[in-house]
């Protein structure tokens, strides 16, 4: 059943007031520099995860084997093809 026009604006009077009362808790602040240190360390394990699979990629085009390549990067060959293998063929 539609919700009316006027439980549309009740709702909205309703949530304008917790908005306008809301008093932040100290347990609820974010230390602004610890979230900016992880951000900055996700895009670096992204881009080398990146980096990685190009590298992978294009050892993979010279012949290298699955099992070489898994010995590089610290498993088994069959590990690397399986976490690889649908981007280097």
């Known amino acids: ?13 309703e949530l304008a ?17 610890a979230l900016r240190a992880i951000l900055d360390a996700v ?12 590298a992978i990629i294009a050892a993979r085009k010279t012949g290298m084997t699955w099992n070489t ?3 590089l990067v610290g498993t088994s060959g069959e590990a690397a093809r399986q976490r690889f293998g649908k981007y280097a063929t």
């Open 1 to 13: 059943m539609p919700r009316t026009v006027e439980e549309i604006l009740a709702h909205a009077d």
């Open 17 to 33: 007031e917790k908005f306008e009362n809301y008093t932040p808790r100290p347990e609820d602040e974010v230390d602004a520099q």
């Open 43 to 54: 895009g670096k394990k992204s881009a080398a995860e990146k980096q990685l699979l190009e």
């Open 69 to 71: 390549i898994g010995k």
